[in-house]
Each structure stands twice: as C-alpha cells, then as structure tokens.
C-alpha cells in the first residue's frame, strides 16, 4: 500500500489559473484582474464560499452573512470585508444568483469568480484564497448551515491563540458538541461511517481536532497562504489535509463550538463520498510519511 501510495501521488495538484479565471467581473459587467494572496491584506476580513449547484441555498446564507457584515461595518466603520462567491464548474444559476449580490452590494463588497471546470470545495476554497484580500480568511459553506454570526467567536478562539508565530493561527468551528443529538436523528449505518471517519482522522492525520469537517474555518493571512500552498487534496478530505499540515508546521489550532443546522441538499453521497475519503485520509499520512509529498509551496500563476 505504501508503494502504491508512493507512486501514485501527483508531487504537488496543478495551482494553474486559466485565463478566465485571472479576472472577477464587477458590478458593471466589466472585467478586472483577481488580486493576489501575495499582495498586502487591504480588508479585515475574506469570506470564501465554495459554490457548486448552490442557486437554491446560496440566497439564504449570502443574505444571512451579508446582513451580518453589513451591521458590523455600521457599529464599526473600521471594519472592512469582502465575500468571494466561487462558482465551481456549476451547471445551474449559481453564478446569476451570486452577482445580484454583487449588483446590490458592489464588486468591491461581492465578488464572483468562476472557475472554467469544477475543481471539487477544496480546490474551490483554494482558489478563492488565493484571490483574497483579508488580514483574516473565513472559509463559510453555502448552505448556510453554520450561524454567520459566529464567526465572532472563532475570531475569539483566534484572538486566544496570540502571540501567533510568524503570524500563523487557524480557528475551527466545531460541531463535536452537537454529536449526540445527530446521532439521534441518524441512521445505525451513516452513524457507523461517522465513527469510522472519525477514527480514521484521528489515527492516521489529525489527533487535537474533534470535528475536521465543519466547512467554517478563520485563518490568519499567513496561515492561508502556508497551508493552501501546500494542499495537495482538492475533494471533500481537503480540511483534514489542511489541518495536518498545520500540526506538522506547529500552527497553533483553536477549536470552537458554534451553533450549526443541517441543511437538505448534501453534494455528499453517504457510502462512496466516506470511502473516497477514507482512501485520502490513508494516502495523506503514508505519502508524507514516505516523502511523495513535502511541505513545500508553491506560487498560483
């Protein structure tokens, strides 16, 4: 398995934009190039939300997270933010749907960028990370499952972790708290896949973090940009690979319980996305562990 794992594994996934990919259109339907990660944070706070066939549930949390922003912004004039939507390869209407918010709001607040084919959430989220202008970078789901308002308190669980070294933190939003009740609400057979990933995570990659998947994570600037650069995993398993990459460079983790709702609609297919998972979960330690994989980075072109 290990020669397997070794000779299969990619050294490092393509961080290639396509040109179309190089510019967001702005409310007046013109063209403008993305910034970069690179460049100096100009915002307190990137939000990034990985959107693939999100026409329905994209409203209510753009909606959520926008009324939210814009009273904060209201009580604090100092406060600055932009939403990055991206459409990943999406064959619906996720991309109108994104720039009304845009129109409403401006391009400076909303920004929509789409991707040429669909990259799977974790290559999503790394593209809008890259296109980022924040001090600070929320990964937040489109289905809005997670209150927005939390995120104060994973700033908070940031805010606890200082001094940052090198200016690198992460905070997770946790769902561990809510176990029980979903374990309730489940079935014997998607409560035993649950268990299985949780073992997996905690014995192959990430031992200090109960819940790896909840899609709400803030990220200093430097963090981003150390982890994402490292990324090598592009699907659902990407958190899990994030998160091990923290703990191997020593990014202190806070985890934070914050108030979450499942919403219908999962691109997640219970039985084959967890084996798909299961499998990335063992290829991440045994390819790191072998030397496949290295904590190098790379720049986005």
């Excluded at 100096?40 to 999100?54: A, D, K, M």
């Excluded at 940052?164 to 009740?181: T, V, Y």
Aim: hydrophobic share 40%; net charge positive.
């Amino acid at each position: 398995i290990c020669a397997v794992a070794h000779i299969t594994a990619k050294k490092m996934p393509t961080l290639h934009r396509h040109e179309e990919e190089k510019f967001f259109v702005n409310a007046e339907g013109r063209k403008e190039p993305v910034p970069s990660i690179h460049d100096p944070p100009t915002r307190e706070l990137s939000v990034v939300v990985p959107s693939y066939n999100e026409e329905e549930r994209l409203p209510l949390m753009m909606d959520e997270a926008l009324d939210y922003l814009e009273k904060r912004q209201k009580r604090d004039p100092s406060f600055t933010y932009e939403v990055i939507v991206v459409n990943d390869g999406s064959k619906d209407q996720t991309t109108k749907v994104a720039m009304e918010y845009c129109k409403k709001y401006g391009s400076d607040k909303v920004r929509v960028l789409s991707l040429v084919k669909n990259r799977g959430k974790g290559g999503a989220v790394r593209m809008g990370v890259f296109s980022s202008r924040g001090k600070k970078i929320l990964m937040a789901d489109a289905d809005g499952a997670t209150k927005f308002a939390d995120v104060e308190k994973v700033e908070e669980g940031l805010k606890n972790l200082q001094p940052w070294p090198n200016q690198m933190a992460i905070s997770c939003g946790s769902r561990a708290h809510l176990e029980k009740d979903s374990i309730a609400k489940r079935s014997y057979f998607r409560t035993l896949l649950m268990y299985g990933f949780h073992f997996l995570v905690w014995f192959l990659c990430v031992k200090e973090i109960r819940d790896t998947q909840c899609g709400f994570k803030l990220l200093t600037r430097q963090a981003a940009l150390r982890t994402f650069s490292t990324l090598h995993i592009e699907r659902w398993a990407f958190d899990v690979e994030l998160l091990y990459i923290a703990q191997r460079l020593k990014i202190p983790i806070a985890e934070v319980a914050v108030n979450w709702t499942e919403i219908e609609g999962s691109k997640l297919v219970p039985f084959w996305s967890w084996l798909q998972m299961g499998r990335d979960l063992l290829f991440i330690r045994l390819r790191y562990m072998t030397g496949a994989w290295q904590l190098e980075t790379r720049k986005c072109n």
